[in-house]
Nanobody
Framework: AVLLEESGGGSVESGGSLRLSCAAS????????MAWFRQVPGKGREGVAG???????VYTEAVDGRFTIAHDDAKNTLYLQMDNLKPEDTATYYC????????????????WGQGTQVTVSS
């Protein structure tokens, strides 16, 4: 079975940094697209960053230039380095796996981690 397990969330002040990790098992990368989404209460999941089999990387405009997604093939682990964090980045962050091209459509992702909370104070 596919298992995605996030870690690395926490609380930081505005301008701080955090690195999220997502350990994957049950499939072998490359597996087309792995991505980070985030969600705040009352809203749908928002795509943040994605990386596909060919190494193509996409970021949502709100985090471009501040966040960096990467994948360690040997460890089958996805990372999200988050720098210059802002209060509006506060959310539960999820990693996700899709057999399709990277997209911000959450329905295209068939496997999800349990989520890790990121809280940024002003």
């Amino acid at each position: 079975a596919v298992l995605l397990e996030e870690s690395g969330g926490g609380s930081v002040e505005s301008g701080g940094s955090l690195r999220l990790s997502c350990a994957a098992s049950g499939f072998t990368y490359p597996s087309h697209c792995m991505a980070w989404f985030r969600q705040v209460p009352g809203k749908g999941r928002e795509g943040v960053a994605g990386i596909d089999t060919a190494g193509k990387i996409v970021y949502t405009e709100a985090v471009d230039g501040r966040f960096t997604i990467a994948h360690d093939d040997a460890k089958n682990t996805l990372y999200l380095q988050m720098d210059n964090l802002k209060p509006e980045d506060t959310a539960t962050y999820y990693c996700a796996h899709s057999v399709w091209d990277c997209t911000w459509d959450a329905k295209r992702f068939s496997h999800w981690g349990q989520g890790t909370q990121v809280t940024v104070s002003s």
